[in-house]
Each structure stands twice: as structure tokens, then as C-alpha cells.
T-cell receptor
Framework: GEEVAQTPKHLVRGEGQKAKLYCAPI?????VFWYQQVLKNEFKFLIS????????ETGMPKERFSAKCLPNSPCSLEIQATKLEDSAVYFC?????????????FGAGTRLSVL | DAKTTQPNSMESNEEEPVHLPCNHS???????IHWYRQLPSQGPEYVIH???SNVNNRMASLAIAEDRKSSTLILHRATLRDAAVYYC???????????FGTGTSLTVIP
């Protein structure tokens, strides 16, 4: 596709429930990034993939968060046992190559509300 | 991580030019300067990027200081649709994740 597609748009979970978010990168893009936007302007990098391989996971909370990018499937970000503090908008981005000049294309985000 | 500093907010009248400044005094020689904007309830959107020379595209112009320690995003005629948070981001040659900073919230006054 010509845009990064994120689903669902909104997700509501009770505290302790599992949440799973999906991202289909632009066709032909090898790199996928996940970001978390908690406060209005603040983005936190979570993890990046090169195809199905984890490239950088320095931002991932170790315990409850996991992510995958499998061949021929949307990438996914899963949160086990959600907490109130996980409420945020989660953005996925993709780009073609891993160089400083390359543009990242962002999806519209998934808003997760943990009640 | 190379850091950027931007004013928290700015205002502009509709149809007037807007100059959005960004300081990046710790920039390295291989860092590209990227500008993205985030409209309300949307994901960040690419605006423009450059390395050393000034750049123009259909959306905006990017003026880069000679020492590269600062840059300015120029919107030539602000419209109401340009109201957004504008982020100045440095991206090195390893092309790793973006470090967004807090951005500048632009209000366009009709």
C-alpha cells in the first residue's frame, strides 16, 4: 500500500487485559518503527525492525511489551496485562532505507485507553 | 543523541509568512535536519529535510545556518490548515529512530 496502515484506530482495555496493535508498512519499505506518544507532544521510541528482524529495541519496556514483524503479515505490538500508564497513542512508521536522509512515513496511530 | 531546541508555541496571521526556528548546537557533520509536523489527531507528516544547503519544496523552505547549529522552517503563506505542532529532528547517517523533542505548536489566526 501507499500509506502506513494502523489498526485499530481506537482500543479500550480494562487494566490487566491484553492489547494488540497492528501496522502494515508501505509496500517495499524494509524498516518499521514503533513510537509511543503519551503526553501531547512527547514521543518515545519503542522498537524498530529490519524486515522481520529486531533492529533496535532499546526503548521497549522489558516486561509487558513485545513486537513482531512476520513475513506477509502486518507487524504487531502487544501489551500483556495493560496498566493505566500504557494509555497513549501508538504510532508506527516505515522507511525504505536506513540512512539519515530517508523520510519516515507515519501511520495515523492507535489510541489505547486503559480503564 | 543530538538534541534540538524549539520555542513551545508561535502565532501567525493567515496568509503571512512564518519562520519557525530550531537550535541544534550539538549537530554533527553527518546529521540531516528533518522537519515534520503533526496535525491534530494525526500522525507526524514529513515537511522537508536538508544537510547543508537551503532547500525548497512545495510545502516549505528550509534555511540552514552556515555553521549548521540552527535552522529555520519557512512557511511562505500560512493557512489555517498549517496549524500543527512542528518538530525539528536530527537524524544521523545510521538513520536510527527519530528523537522528536517537544516541537513548536503553531496557531494560525484568521
Amino acid at each position: 500500500g501507499e500509506e502506513v496502515a494502523q489498526t485499530p484506530k481506537h482500543l479500550v482495555r480494562g487494566e490487566g487485559q491484553k492489547a494488540k496493535l497492528y501496522c502494515a508498512p508501505i509496500k517495499g519499505h524494509s524498516y518499521v518503527f514503533w513510537y509511543q506518544q503519551v503526553l501531547k507532544n512527547e514521543f518515545k521510541f519503542l522498537i524498530s525492525f529490519q524486515n522481520e528482524n529486531v533492529f533496535d529495541e532499546t526503548g521497549m519496556p522489558k516486561e509487558r511489551f513485545s513486537a513482531k514483524c512476520l513475513p506477509n503479515s502486518p507487524c504487531s505490538l502487544e501489551i500483556q496485562a495493560t496498566k493505566l500508564e500504557d494509555s497513549a497513542v501508538y504510532f508506527c512508521a516505515s522507511n525504505k532505507r536506513f540512512r539519515g536522509r530517508n523520510i519516515q512515513y507515519f501511520g495515523a496511530g492507535t489510541r489505547l485507553s486503559v480503564l | 543523541d543530538a538534541k534540538t531546541t524549539q520555542p513551545n508555541s508561535m502565532e501567525s496571521n493567515e496568509e503571512e509568512p512564518v519562520h519557525l526556528p530550531c537550535n541544534h548546537s550539538t549537530i554533527s557533520g553527518t546529521d540531516y535536519i528533518h522537519w515534520y509536523r503533526q496535525l491534530p489527531s494525526q500522525g507526524p507528516e514529513y515537511v522537508i529535510h536538508g544537510l547543508t544547503s537551503n532547500v525548497n519544496n512545495r510545502m516549505a523552505s528550509l534555511a540552514i545556518a552556515e555553521d549548521r547549529k540552527s535552522s529555520t522552517l519557512i512557511l511562505h503563506r500560512a493557512t489555517l490548515r498549517d496549524a500543527a505542532v512542528y518538530y525539528c529532528i536530527l537524524r544521523d547517517t545510521t538513520g536510527n529512530q527519530f528523537y522528536f523533542g517537544t516541537g513548536t505548536s503553531l496557531t494560525v489566526i484568521p
